[in-house]
């Protein structure tokens, strides 16, 4: 088999039993692997209407055929359940070099099922698999978790694991990689946490076959020269990181702040990707075969590590009217070290100064803690670990801002879609943006279709951000080629570079078949559908399919995208019609077979 | 005619991070873009007072114009 190794590996939690299986391949060559394979498989064996925190739930890691190749980014992997925070299908991916070395170890994905009675971790040396007693490693945060390891398995093992926010369940854990990557969103760190799943450790001393190496040299060349010469992957973001967004979103009067209470920071030049580079970028910290190398690397005080990023930057920092950027990387650092999502805590933390503004949470609420007040540089940082401790009010917040504002009897002030917080662009003034923040299959999401891409920087060509026509179609098609891209293995970040007939050559050479780039972006189409089914049999219907009503009804108060609100109803028909569903926003049973959606 | 330019990531380098031109009437984005001698192919998101805007536009007294080279996602 080529690209794919051929073996998933099962693990029993409860039995502390392993099984090798062999891969079913036209199963997974149909929904590729990572994403789209991974939720097959869920589809398959775990009923949707599972408590996602019950051993019923499982948790699958997974990789794509190019997740170890020599491919520009070959080495992502996806994080695959039934997520606690949205109820939905979670795919969370990550970067690093943990997939590729799983992919080294014999491995297309691991599947944990159960719950162990103590918590472990997983030892995996190629095809030697032991479940080991992780007792001692309960309660330590990420670098503490991972020195530990290194120290008994070798600075060449590569590391995935909770802190102490998943151990505790909140809905906001990430599972963590090499140190810093996050498979961040959705709270699968918290499924990881319910099984006592502490850690995996993996060595690997294989290599991917590859069905035809000139071809792949030949893809590969072309690739890595689209990459090279794109402005935003040659020279962008390898300068700047993903920060150099923070100047951009704000000039164009979509940077949400004070929890989307406006859409323009003034103090945005402190917290900018050019500020970040002068006063605390030590060095760049790209992952697995990476060419972009966006990876931040900074140190501050007596902090350091990787990140932060611009949607971390955003949440911190605007969102919660903050402009010290030394207390946005320390409260960066504190959700690495206890395994948060950044994006989620950011936004939760804001929407928790907006319940503190209008008078809804009391001071008392804060014991000796600081004030969550927009602006308060403080309470970011010492939040965060309040909220990776799930101490005091710090356990309120360790569910997200749904259940936060629910239980203050506001749900309206938060800015979640399904109940997954939003990140660092306003739809008011984006919206095709707005279309995809609405159906994104995971709830609040930016990287399920990122229509910043052509309504905000050009590409592949620039539209009136503002404009309604033709921005439903532009949602769809970048919604289904986010998904291949997500399952093949690779960066999304290549896409600004790279189009659909790049990605299949990749797949091509790699895998030995010959599919055309509209069959790649068709294979993400079956993959969105296939996540729609799953989240309807789940429960999560179309009625769900919106935007917070802030969003839709307040129109935003200044700057350049004054007086706009976001017009989804204009929107959503245009937009489940191209899908091929029915008007309520159902696919209907001639789409899924046309797709093959099984 | 006074207007803000607004300067972003690597064409800061040499020009400073915000400039404010004296331009004669009728001058457009281009004849700002010439006298901070900022070459067009460097020129990758032009906006006029947050809006998308071409390098042919004319501008007007207190125009803010902010200028990005090719940069980043996120």
Redesign the interface.
């Known amino acids: 088999m080529f690209g794919y190794n051929g073996k998933i590996l099962r693990v029993d939690l409860t039995k502390r039993t392993v099984k090798v299986e062999a891969l079913d391949e036209a199963k997974a060559k149909k929904y590729i692997g990572g994403r789209g394979f991974g939720t097959k498989m869920m589809m398959d064996e775990v009923d949707p209407g599972v408590d996602a925190l019950s051993p019923a739930n499982k948790l699958m890691i997974v990789t794509g055929p190019l997740t170890g190749t020599a491919t520009p980014t070959g080495g992502r992997y996806m994080a695959v359940t039934k997520s606690p925070l949205t109820g939905t299908i979670a795919s969370s991916n990550s970067g690093g070099y943990f997939g590729a070395e799983l992919k080294f170890a014999g491995w297309d994905a691991v599947i944990f099922e159960g719950k162990a009675s103590g918590p472990v971790y997983i030892n995996i040396i190629d095809d030697k698999v032991e479940i080991l007693d992780a007792g001692k490693l309960w309660g330590k945060v990420l670098s503490e978790t991972t020195d530990a390891l290194e120290a008994v398995h070798g600075d060449k093992a590569r590391i995935l694991a909770i802190g102490p926010a998943g151990e505790r369940l909140s809905l906001l854990a990430a599972i963590m990689n090499d140190r810093w990557r996050a498979a961040g969103r959705s709270g699968v760190g918290a499924v990881m946490g319910s099984k006592n799943l502490k850690a995996v450790v993996v060595k690997g001393s294989g290599k991917v076959a590859v069905a035809d190496e000139a071809a792949l040299k030949e893809a590969f060349a072309l690739c890595m020269k689209k990459i090279k010469e794109?402005?935003?992957t040659g020279?962008?973001?390898p300068?700047?990181?993903?920060?150099?967004?923070v100047?951009?979103i704000n000039?164009?009067?979509v940077f949400p702040t004070n929890n989307f209470q406006e859409a323009v920071f003034a103090k945005a030049?402190d917290i900018s990707?050019?500020t970040l580079a002068e006063k605390y970028l030590k060095k760049k910290d790209p992952c697995f075969r990476c060419p972009i190398a966006?990876g931040r690397y900074c140190e501050v005080d007596d902090i350091k590590g990787g990140g932060p990023?611009?949607?971390t930057i955003w949440a911190f920092g605007a969102d919660c009217g903050v402009s010290s950027l030394k207390d946005i990387i320390k409260a960066n650092h504190w959700c690495n070290e206890y395994g948060i999502d950044t994006i989620s805590a950011g936004a939760t933390l804001a929407a928790a100064m907006e319940l503190y503004q209008k008078g809804l949470v009391k001071k008392e609420e804060f014991g000796d803690g600081p004030e969550l007040k927009f602006g308060n540089a403080a309470s970011i940082v010492e939040w965060t670990k309040r909220m990776g401790m799930g101490t005091g009010f710090g356990a309120k917040l360790a569910k997200g801002s749904y259940r936060l504002c629910d239980s203050y009897g506001v749900p309206e002030l938060s800015m979640t879609v399904k109940k997954q917080e939003l990140p660092?662009y306003d739809p008011r003034g984006i919206m095709g943006h707005g279309v995809q923040y609405a159906t994104s299959n995971r709830g609040g999401c930016?990287v399920r279709g990122?229509m910043?891409?052509p309504e905000?920087?050009?590409l592949p060509e620039?539209l009136?951000?503002l404009e309604l026509a033709g921005k439903p179609q532009w949602a769809k098609i970048f919604q289904d080629f986010t998904a291949a891209i997500d399952s093949v293995g690779l960066c999304l970040?290549t896409s600004?570079a790279m189009g659909a007939d790049d990605y299949a050559a990749l797949y091509n050479a790699v895998c030995g078949t010959k599919i055309t780039g509209a069959e790649f972006i068709t294979s993400g189409e079956r993959i969105w559908n296939l996540e729609k089914q799953y989240n309807l049999a789940a429960g999560i219907g179309p009625d769900q399919d919106t935007l917070p009503p802030r969003l839709l009804k307040e129109p935003v108060p200044a700057?350049?995208?004054k007086g706009h609100v976001h017009p989804l109803d204009k929107l959503l028909p245009e937009y489940y019609s191209l899908r091929g569903w029915d008007a309520k926003g159902v696919p209907t049973k001639a789409k899924l077979a046309e797709l093959g959606v099984d | 005619m006074r207007i803000e330019a607004r300067l972003f990531a690597t064409l800061r380098t040499g020009r400073g991070k915000v400039v404010e031109a004296e331009l004669a009437e009728g001058a457009t984005v281009q004849d700002l873009a010439d006298a901070l001698a900022i070459p067009p192919a460097e020129i990758a998101i032009l906006l006029v007072g947050g809006r998308d805007a071409r390098l042919d536009r004319p501008l007007s007294d207190g125009d803010v114009v902010s200028i990005f080279p090719p940069v980043g996602g996120g």
Request: glycine share 18%; aromatic share 12%.
């Open positions: 794109n402005g935003v020279t962008g973001l300068t700047y990181g993903t920060a150099v967004l100047n951009i000039e164009n009067g030049e990707g050019e966006c990023e611009y949607e660092a930016h990122y910043i891409s905000i920087l050009g620039k009136d951000r970040f600004f700057g350049p995208s």
